[in-house]
């Protein structure tokens, strides 16, 4: 069975999502920057509707869009989100965090993910502005830290998801069944299955992952 995650903005399409199909959301402010934080409101509420329906809910940790680089104000809102989610039941939580040299920030990391206490924790899209020698290294410290999940285009967004097809194997090939690897990044109800087939993956990642 191929598990669909929709990335959402906020709560309005939520129940609209969850009727057509959706068994796992990603919930986001600002998909136009890749997705932020949600208000702890729109958090409360998603939380309770997907658990009301047997849905697993994503909250996105990010504060600002562009790159993945903190500073410290930055993580401690991070961490905040992070128990907040936590207090709210949220299923699991997606963060990424880097150095200005396109390395993996363990240290912010490790913070994080302590922050998360126990929730489903993924590695969301940072992992594409990894410099790509670092992409073994990373695998190998999130395998560690018992990071779940990797959301990964395969590359750049401006490269379509068929192009990014090799580099999404070679990510697979690297994770070796440790650590799950998510495709995601123009994903559409139109070629999730073949995309997933010729991966052999049973989870997708999109905004346009189902018809609703």
């Known amino acids: 069975m191929l598990l669909k995650e929709v990335a959402l903005e906020n709560y309005t399409n939520i129940p609209a999502a969850v009727a057509a199909g959706a068994k796992r959301i990603e919930l986001n402010d600002n998909l136009a920057v890749g997705g932020t934080t949600v208000s702890r409101g729109v958090m409360a509420e998603a939380a309770k509707y997907t658990q009301e329906h047997g849905v697993s809910l994503v909250a996105m940790i990010r504060p600002r ?4 680089v903190y500073n410290d104000t930055e993580l401690k809102i991070m961490e905040a989100d992070l128990l907040q989610a936590q207090a709210l039941g949220v299923d699991a939580v997606t963060f990424g965090a880097l150095t ?3 390395k993996l920030d363990t240290e912010a990391m490790a913070l994080l993910v302590g ?16 410099a790509p020698d670092q992409q073994a290294s990373a695998i190998d410290w ?3 830290h018992q990071v779940d ?3 990964t285009h395969g590359g750049p967004l401006t490269k379509p998801i068929a192009a990014c097809v ?18 995601g990044g123009g994903i ?9 087939s010729t991966l052999n993956v ?3 990642h999109g905004t346009k992952i189902i018809a609703y």
């Open 100 to 102: 200005k040299a396109g």
């Open 188 to 196: 559409t109800a139109a070629n999730v299955d073949e995309l997933t």
């Open 142 to 144: 999130l395998v560690d």
């Open 166 to 183: 090799p580099q999404l194997q070679a990510t697979l090939k690297l994770a070796a069944g440790r650590i799950q690897i998510l495709p």
């Open 65 to 68: 869009g562009g790159n993945f």
């Open 115 to 130: 922050a998360a206490g126990g929730m489903s924790v993924v590695f969301h899209m940072a992992f594409d502005a990894l």
């Open 202 to 204: 049973k989870q997708a």
């Open 149 to 151: 999940r990797i959301l």
